[in-house]
């Protein structure tokens, strides 16, 4: 008699070679991001990073919501128009990180939604799904480039310590939340969008982001933000970026798909990565500008 594979088995050797896949990934990320804010003597290779970034994360919405999947993309009526919103998503980056958005934010977008109606409008054998192509690539101007045009800007405008500390407020709510619902969770948070995140792992959530706040910022990095500042900083900041996490959930549900891609092995898509950063980042940012 054949013996039978195990399913309980094979669902932990695929866990253990996800997280192989995951470490791997971070042991090539870290040390590029950290050169990238710190060490980088040019300035260029972070604008660079966040303009690749975005243009995947945006492509990666654009995919989801036209229908676009692994099976389809061999006969991918969208790619033009993909093609498209990439430029127009690195033009008002990279516009924004030469100009500063004061200047260039409004006439970017201005363009840029000129451009995405005009590639639309030219797309004759879509015209029935027309309405809805166009809703989708102007949402997708709003969620993820004029949200992360920001990045570059905390670096060159506020130094590379802001940089760190939105993503480190991004990503220790993040942590804090999963280690926090894996110990203690057991009260839902919103299972309609994501069944498996707790009240207890939000509120580990936001321990995480007032300690990013007051430990590497008012003790270590930005130690002119006011203790007061952090604790309000991280609180505000956790809670934007559960959101930003909630609302890529909703995405992915609203379109049935697991992953929004997998550019990066074992982390799924650019934008499960950065999904909490695109409502982080102008927190800490306009932060900065408008108060401190």
Request: hydrophobic content about 50%.
């Amino acid at each position: 008699m054949t013996d039978q594979p195990d399913p309980e088995q094979g669902a932990e050797a695929k866990k253990i070679g996800n997280l192989g896949q995951r470490l791997l990934t971070a042991l090539v990320a870290i040390p590029l991001l950290v050169f990238s804010f710190f060490f980088d003597p040019t300035n260029i290779s972070f604008p660079c990073i966040a303009v690749a970034a975005i243009f995947f994360a945006g492509d990666e919405f654009v995919r989801m919501s036209l229908g676009v999947t692994p099976e389809t993309k061999g006969r991918d009526r969208a790619l033009g128009l993909r093609a498209v919103f990439g430029l127009v998503n690195a033009g008002v980056v990279i516009g924004n990180t030469l100009y500063g958005t004061q200047t260039a934010m409004a006439p970017l977008l201005a363009a840029g939604a000129i451009a995405l109606a005009i590639a639309v409008l030219l797309r004759k054998r879509e015209l029935a799904d027309a309405g809805r192509h166009l809703a989708v690539v102007l949402g997708g101007l709003v969620y993820v480039p004029m949200l992360a045009c920001v990045w570059p800007l905390l670096k060159k405008e506020l130094g590379p310590e802001w940089l760190f500390l939105a993503v480190a407020l991004a990503f220790s709510s993040d942590t804090g939340a999963y280690f926090a619902g894996r110990a203690f969770g057991k009260r839902k948070l919103y299972e309609a969008v994501s069944p498996k995140k707790t009240v207890e792992g939000s509120i580990g959530g936001l321990l995480g982001g007032v300690a990013a706040m007051v430990g590497m910022g008012t003790f270590w990095l930005a130690k002119d933000i006011p203790i007061l500042h952090a604790v309000i900083l991280g609180v505000v900041g956790s809670m934007l970026g559960q959101a930003g996490d909630l609302v890529e959930s909703m995405i992915k549900r609203t379109f049935g798909v697991k992953d929004s891609g997998n550019i990066l092995p074992g982390h799924g898509g650019m934008l499960d990565r950065v999904d909490a950063l695109l409502f982080v980042a102008p927190l800490v940012y306009y932060y900065a500008r408008l108060v401190l």
